[in-house]
């Protein structure tokens, strides 16, 4: 028992840290704290009384919050989960590590992650295939032909790192896997002083783990980069956060649901400028709502700009448990949940909030996101007039500067048709977000069962899909008798993983690919996902548009985006029997009953119980032992340059100057790390398309950028190289182009960065507002490193590629309020001197820019965007790798590794 008894004895819960006694003596009343404040109070509080080097300053700077935004403070993660997108680079990472520890004379099984790591593999699939009984076969066994050779290396590293287990292909996405099955929600750990019962607490390599904020866990995405330290023991330092409210009110009116309200959500506050902020989610309506339907408003808390979509444990978590675990967790969860002063019982006064933000979901109406971004958020009617607005304006305004007559006739199977601007080229049910909710999907099956009984098809041109997020979902749908309906109108399973959401929507139907090329035609798609960036679903369909699962089937049922479903017919007006939506839609009874039938315990324990994959998983060959065998042949796994990238960072130090340094692209606001670093398919005609070729790759054994994020050559060149980006030193022209200065020439971006580096010319990046938005791509931070891009210059950031630059080595520096490089007059054509970068980084001083161009100089001040001691001594040293290094050469043996249980 420590001096000042914080530690605690509850004769369920056992021993654990009181957030109660940790408050009390700083003199803060526990009832003001946020629910999420009281988990991070905890987690300091634990690791002040466990390791002597956090100290009660940290603590003290998480309860008093509000005076210390942006104060790091050094947090214990308990846990990291991983899609292979970003889990196959870090352990590549590790791999390289090893060798380098071990050329050293060190111990090369010192490199070990100390904390459980899980990788689930979901994000390598794609849709081939689709609408027809065999589909998902067929694309699990292409998805294994084409990445058979990652995962071996992915079963050799499950043996090789204790840490580390995997969960194969056909298994579920990462996101659903961790609510349903992987989170304990309070879990047990070894610590110094005895076994201690703690919340749990993940942080992930992909942008949507504040999904698992649903069920009262603290979790949030990060890069590969900062995961990879945190794995082998690195401080994991976090800003202290804002705090803010979010007080849901009412209840969703009939023909509402869960994914407008979250897409009202995301409006709402981005509006508000939440960005970095945690969100708690409470009032009445928030008490109302299900888990399922909790865990989608949290997975979307990157498109809302936030760390965290917080909803505390109460009465709906432990049901929820009870099902998906078992009853004795949940009886666990509860007792620490309620001695800790973690549950939320109705009733209790409100916590204490920066602000409170209050929705009326009784206002919320049937939405779509669209055609860009999801915070683009437009009512149900207004989609058709916004779509036919934009064809005809220029690009630069957010058209797609389309002549609105345009017309390319087809043939069909059931005969000639003509397609236009606004065909729906592809429809699908996919994404973490919304399969995790049964009453959406459940809608959505309804829907088609009540489509296929008015003779209702959908139009050959339009590709149809349904890629689940977990096995749980077919399993429902099959017993309540709504999966033959899908399949009956093309929605049948093709796989489970991150499909069309995530760019690997897998080739169009010819008829739409070849309407597409002849005529310019702007073609959409229809999904109920997360993510709608220029460039993301596919490379030939420009605008995109979120919805929920029911209105993805109802707009594939009327085959074009152009109509507005709340008033026109979905079959024409000419039809003989016109049908319309309100025809379609299901009872909002039938949905609530046959949800909650798709709650069943049975099926969770029956699907986490099997293998998923079978005998592709269980047969594919791995090598073993400690090392990692380098084949110099391998196209999919090369030995990644990021240490001796380090190393070359570590002796130069954090530059304080740059001097005639040049512009690689000047971008504007929005600029995602999908524009940075795509994710989709390689194209022939790409700087990574022409490389492959050369290296005797046919295209169609390309794979996508996601397969081949373990080849730097092929990711170098993919980066500043989406098909949408918009570099504005070359206006007028979309894709991965660049002027090549002094010469002006236009080339491409990987080109003059090879060019600028034979010169020995440093170069830097311009950007507008929220820079690096999207997912937790560290590639984009990767790219931008191995590019030669040494500072980013920026009105603001996005958190994680903001840390993920800082990371690599890449000064994030930002415009003073009110300016930006536009505002300045610049056009990226200058050559730029930059001095007191260094006074910068430490947070003494500005750096001063002069930016000198034809029309002569303008000099103007930043500052650079770091946080935390942390992040300033990370870019002092060359950024993580850098650092991780000089920690595990100078350590003799390994440290405390925690296996999974």
């Avoid at 020995?760 to 790219?783: C, E, F, T």
Wanted: with cysteine; aromatic share 6%.
């Amino acid at each position: 028992m420590t001096s000042d008894d914080s530690l605690k004895i509850d004769a369920a819960a056992g021993a654990y840290v009181s957030v109660a006694r940790a408050a009390e003596h700083a003199g803060i009343a526990l009832a003001t704290l946020p629910y999420a404040c009281r988990v991070f109070v905890e987690n300091l509080e634990r690791g002040r009384l466990c390791d002597p080097n956090i100290g009660a300053d940290a603590v003290a700077a998480m309860l008093h919050w509000r005076d210390n935004h942006g104060v790091g403070v050094p947090l214990t993660v308990g846990r990291v989960i991983l899609p292979d997108s970003s889990g196959l680079p870090v352990l590549l990472d590790l791999v390289s590590l090893r060798d380098a520890v071990a050329e050293a004379g060190c111990d090369p099984a010192s490199v070990e992650p100390r904390i459980p790591v899980d990788v689930i593999v979901d994000h390598s699939l794609q849709v081939d295939v689709s609408a027809t009984p065999d589909a998902m076969a067929r694309n699990m066994a292409r998805e294994f032909e084409r990445n058979g050779e990652r995962y071996s290396f992915l079963k050799w590293a499950q043996q090789a790192f204790r840490s580390v287990r995997v969960y194969p292909p056909g298994t579920g996405i990462i996101h659903q896997v961790n609510l349903e099955h992987i989170a304990p929600v309070v879990t047990r750990v070894a610590t110094s002083l005895g076994g201690i019962a703690c919340p749990d607490f993940v942080i992930g390599g992909d942008s949507h783990t504040p999904m698992i904020n649903g069920i009262g866990v603290l979790g949030w995405g990060v890069g590969g980069i900062e995961a990879q330290a945190a794995m082998l023991g690195q401080p994991y330092v976090f800003p202290v956060p804002e705090f803010v409210g979010v007080r849901l009110v009412g209840a969703l009116p009939p023909g509402a649901t869960t994914t407008d309200l979250v897409l009202t959500v995301t409006e709402r506050l981005r509006r508000e400028r939440a960005v970095a902020t945690v969100i708690e989610y409470f009032g009445p309506g928030a008490a109302t709502l299900s888990v399922p339907s909790r865990a989608t408003l949290a997975n979307m808390a990157p498109e809302y700009g936030a760390t965290a979509g917080f909803f505390p444990i109460d009465a709906q978590t432990l049901r929820y448990l009870s099902r998906t675990r078992s009853p004795e967790q949940a009886a666990f969860v509860e007792a620490y949940a309620r001695a800790n002063a973690m549950f939320r019982e109705p009733g209790l006064p409100d916590p204490d909030y920066s602000r409170v933000i209050e929705i009326d979901l009784a206002r919320v109406g049937r939405s779509v996101a669209g055609p860009r971004r999801p915070q683009d958020r437009l009512d149900l009617a207004a989609v058709a007039a916004d779509f036919t607005g934009r064809l005809p304006q220029p690009l630069a305004e957010g058209g797609f500067a389309a002549d609105p007559a345009t017309a390319v006739p087809v043939s069909t199977p059931a005969g000639p048709a003509e397609l236009r601007h606004g065909a729906l080229a592809i429809a699908a049910i996919t994404a973490c977000t919304n399969t995790s909710n049964p009453a959406v999907m459940i809608a959505a099956g309804l829907l088609a069962r009540n489509a296929v009984a008015a003779g209702l098809k959908v139009p050959d041109w339009v590709k149809t899909s349904l890629a689940p997020g977990s096995r749980v979902v077919t399993r429902y749908l099959d017993e309540l008798g709504l999966l033959a309906p899908l399949e009956r109108l093309g929605f049948g399973v093709v796989g489970y993983g991150c499909t069309t959401c995530g760019g690997k929507s897998g080739p169009l139907l010819p008829v739409m690919a070849q309407a597409i090329d002849a005529g310019g035609l702007v073609a959409a798609a229809a999904l109920s996902g997360n993510r709608n960036f220029e460039g993301r679903i596919h490379r030939q369909v420009r605008a995109n548009y979120i919805m929920s699962p029911p209105l993805v089937v109802a707009f594939a049922l009327a085959g074009r985006i152009d109509l507005d479903l709340e008033n026109e017919p979905l079959n024409g007006a000419d039809a003989e029997k016109p049908v319309r939506l309100v025809d379609l839609w299901p009872d909002e009874e039938e949905i609530a009953t046959l949800a909650a039938r798709a709650g069943d315990a049975r099926l969770f324990r029956e699907v986490y119980g099997d293998t998923p994959s079978g005998l592709l998983w269980d047969e594919l060959a791995a090598p073993t032992g400690l090392r990692f065998g380098w084949n110099p042949q391998s196209s999919y796994l090369v030995e990644p340059p990021f240490l001796e990238l380090a190393r070359e960072r570590a002796r130069e130090g954090v530059p304080d100057a740059l001097h005639a340094a040049r512009v690689l692209g000047a971008y504007g606001d929005s600029l995602t790390t999908d524009h940075i670093s795509p994710s989709g398919e390689i194209p022939v005609d790409s700087p990574a398309g022409r490389y492959l070729i050369g290296l005797g790759i046919e295209p169609k054994a390309f794979n996508t950028y996601v397969g081949r994020r373990c080849n730097h050559e092929v990711m170098a060149r993919a980066t500043f190289a989406n098909l949408r980006i918009k570099n504005q030193m070359v206006p007028g022209r979309e894709g991965g182009w660049t002027q090549l200065q002094p010469e002006g020439e236009v080339v491409s971006v990987h080109e003059a960065a090879s060019a600028y580096g034979e010169r020995g010319v440093p170069l830097i990046v311009l950007g507008g507002k929220d820079y690096g938005m999207g997912s937790s791509r560290d590639w984009a931070a990767k790219g931008s490193a191995l590019l030669g891009v040494r500072a980013v210059i920026a009105e603001s950031y996005e958190r994680i590629h903001r840390s993920n630059l800082i990371g690599m080595g890449v000064v994030p520096l930002r415009f003073a309020d009110g300016e930006g490089w536009r505002q300045l007059g610049l056009d990226g054509c200058e050559s730029f001197d930059i001095e007191g970068m260094v006074a910068a980084i430490d947070g003494t001083g500005s750096a001063t820019v002069i930016a000198t161009g034809a029309a002569g100089s303008i000099r103007f001040l930043v500052t650079a965007d770091v946080s935390t001691r942390s992040e300033r001594a990370c870019l002092r040293a060359g950024g993580i790798m850098a650092e991780v290094l000089a920690f595990f050469t100078r350590r003799a043996a390994p440290a405390l590794v925690t296996e999974h249980p």
